[in-house]
T-cell receptor, first 109, second 114 residues
Framework: RKEVEQDPGPFNVPEGATVAFNCTYS??????FFWYRQDCRKEPKLLMS???SGNEDGRFTAQLNRASQYISLLIRDSKLSDSATYLC??????????FGPGTRLSVLP | SAVISQKPSRDICQRGTSLTIQCQVD?????MFWYRQQPGQSLTLIAT?????????ESGFVIDKFPISRPNLTFSTLTVSNMSPEDSSIYLC???????????FGPGTRLTVT
């Protein structure tokens, strides 16, 4: 089993739709969790951290389920500019960052 | 957050030559990393650049091919040695203060080997 797994997509959704991505991880001792977005031909950019209590930033909501070892990202009211690849990142042992393979999202007009 | 710059942004090199990529962070950071990414593919970690000691390489990457320096807490270099067309890729530098702070990436160096 890979350390971090994501559905590669692509997810093709119309503007205004709500879309959710899941990411599963295998190391139960993982401590920190993040979502990144990567636009085509650009570097990954930190989107948000993920906390056990869940956190929200505008249209984006991230959740962590430690018992089931997955994190999720919900995007509400999708915009064309949300089209990107979304990477989940799991950190263990303080400095071991493991990136998922990414989920591609295309928001269609 | 940290602002990271990389030089060069792109280069076209001949087979058998070497290229050194520089990575500069605008603040002192604990961790610096080097990644490789083929277009449309996942990130692949090459190594962790350790300040004052040898880099820690991932499986499949060796120091002779990818020597790394990190003379201080804000700067690192990656050299791609004896290049072949298979080394054509985007090379990304990143930095993190702690595991809880997330990583910040440089803009990448697009390398083409002919």
């Amino acid at each position: 089993r890979k350390e971090v797994e994501q559905d590669p997509g692509p997810f093709n959704v119309p503007e205004g739709a709500t879309v959710a991505f899941n990411c599963t991880y295998s190391n139960s001792a993982s401590q920190s969790f993040f979502w990144y977005r990567q636009d085509c031909r650009k570097e990954p950019k930190l989107l948000m951290s993920v906390y056990s209590s869940g956190n929200e930033d505008g249209r984006f909501t991230a959740q962590l389920n430690r018992a089931s070892q997955y994190i999720s990202l919900l995007i509400r009211d999708s915009k064309l500019s949300d089209s990107a690849t979304y990477l989940c990142v799991v950190v263990s042992y303080g400095q071991n960052f493991v990136f998922g393979p990414g989920t591609r999202l295309s928001v269609l007009p | 957050s940290a602002v990271i710059s990389q030089k060069p942004s792109r280069d076209i090199c001949q087979r058998g030559t070497s290229l050194t990529i520089q990575c500069q962070v605008d603040s002192q950071v604990t961790m610096m990393f080097w990644y490789r990414q083929q277009p449309g593919q996942s990130l692949t970690l090459i190594a962790t650049a350790n300040q004052g000691s040898e880099a820690t390489y991932e499986s499949g990457f060796v120091i002779d091919k990818f020597p790394i320096s990190r003379p201080n807490l804000t700067f690192s270099t990656l050299t791609v040695s004896n290049m072949s067309p298979e080394d054509s890729s985007i090379y990304l530098c990143s930095a993190a203060g702690t595991g809880a702070s997330g990583q910040y990436f440089g803009p990448g160096t697009r390398l083409t080997v002919t």
